[in-house]
């Protein structure tokens, strides 16, 4: 089967079959693979595109028609490397991840991936990095990798992936050739959300389909989020609040926008706390062990820090969800206030204060405080 395949890619005009567990990205696939059978591939290749579109997994893709000897340049997604590679555990492809405080990549990290890749392959004739984000190399990681990358060992490849290439260090950025990849057309989004959130009831699928906007990464995250429902809730209220303006901004901790927002903090600190206590059980249950009683104090459902602005990064999406939509003609979020009377150029500005709020409250521990000076900027501008 692995030599079948391998036929289909054909000559110069034959159509490429795809990399392994990739869909959609046709003509970057179509590129990659001629580069790779010409033995031109960049050895640095920064993956450009919006969250949740699968620039990891054509980064694994590419990575299995890099080492596959089975079926090599397009790779079989059977054999013992290609089942490795996509499960994470193959020992030729290192993932260099976020592990610092702020989500950085700590120089820590970079300086042992640049060790290993002098070190070369351990069983491949090629090696591969992968940098997700690239955006979250620092001024001291980005140097610890910038040798590595400006003087590659014969066969290393770097694959950085990003949302934000503005926000790549330029001396990264410059040694590496951009590959724009674009959403996903909703039919290949809807094959994904299938077989990822298969147990999501039907009505879920399909809202996650159209709201994603191409992007297979958040529907499966909304058709399977179970806090999804007082997410949406806390956005039903934020446009209610911003539309009254300081009255119903500063309501107070009673009003329907703070409850709805106390809702949905308890409600995923007390999934988080679950799954914790779940995989604490599985733990003590394959060691032969009861599972001690923790001493450690009940929060009550209390959120972290975390799990607050992880609430608010999803309100921000969900909102800018809607509002795109809006400018569509659509209805957007269910259940959410149709915005009449609002111009597109309006809608438009009203995104990029909420595009804004996931880097502030990256370097605020208040995210009340941020969510509130959010809202009090689309009250205004909406009162302009």
């Not at 934020?238 to 703070?258: M, V, Y």
């Not at 001493?295 to 209390?302: A, F, P, V």
């Not at 959410?336 to 500005?349: I, Q, S």
């Amino acid at each position: 089967m692995a030599s079948e395949r391998s036929d289909a890619r054909g000559g110069e005009d034959g159509e490429f079959p795809g990399f392994v567990g990739v869909r959609g990205h046709r003509e970057a696939q179509a590129m990659l693979a001629r580069a790779l059978g010409r033995g031109q591939l960049h050895h640095a290749l920064m993956l450009v595109g919006p969250r949740g579109i699968g620039k990891a997994t054509l980064a694994r893709g590419l990575a299995s028609a890099l080492l596959c000897r089975a079926s090599p340049g397009i790779g079989c997604g059977v054999c013992h490397t290609c089942t490795r590679i996509q499960a994470g555990t193959h020992p030729d492809v290192d993932w260099l991840l976020p592990s610092g405080t702020g989500g950085q990549i700590t120089i820590d990290s970079a300086r042992e991936c640049h060790v290993r890749q002098q070190n070369g392959p351990y069983e491949s004739e090629r090696y591969v990095v992968v940098v997700d984000p690239a955006d979250a190399l620092n001024e001291y990681s980005g140097n610890a990798l910038l040798k590595a990358i400006e003087e590659p060992r014969p066969g290393i490849h770097f694959l950085l992936l990003t949302t934000n290439m503005q926000g790549v260090l330029p001396t990264i950025l410059s040694r590496t050739l951009p590959i724009r990849l674009g959403r996903l057309a909703d039919a290949d989004v809807a094959a994904i959300v299938a077989r990822e959130a298969a147990d999501a009831a039907d009505d879920r699928r399909q809202m996650a389909v159209l709201l994603a906007e191409g992007s297979a990464g958040v529907a499966v995250e909304l058709a399977l989020d179970p806090a999804l429902d007082r997410c949406l809730e806390l956005v039903r209220q934020a446009i209610r609040a911003a539309a009254e303006g300081p009255p119903g901004i500063f309501a107070g901790d009673k009003s329907p926008l703070w409850e709805s927002y106390t809702s949905a903090t308890r409600e995923v600190a007390a999934i988080e706390a679950a799954a914790t206590a779940e995989a604490e059980e599985a733990e003590a249950a394959i060691a032969g062990k009861k599972k001690r009683k923790s001493k450690k104090k009940e929060t009550k459902g209390k959120a972290s820090a975390a799990q607050q602005r992880w609430v608010a990064n999803r309100l921000a999406e969900l909102w800018i969800l809607h509002l795109r939509e809006q400018l569509r003609g659509r209805q957007g979020l269910p259940g959410a206030p149709v915005l009449r009377g609002l111009t597109p150029a309006e809608l438009v500005r009203q995104i990029g204060i909420l595009q804004r709020l996931t880097q502030r409250i990256r370097r605020n521990a208040n995210v009340r405080l941020i969510l509130e000076q959010t809202l009090l900027e689309i009250a205004g501008r909406r009162a302009a």
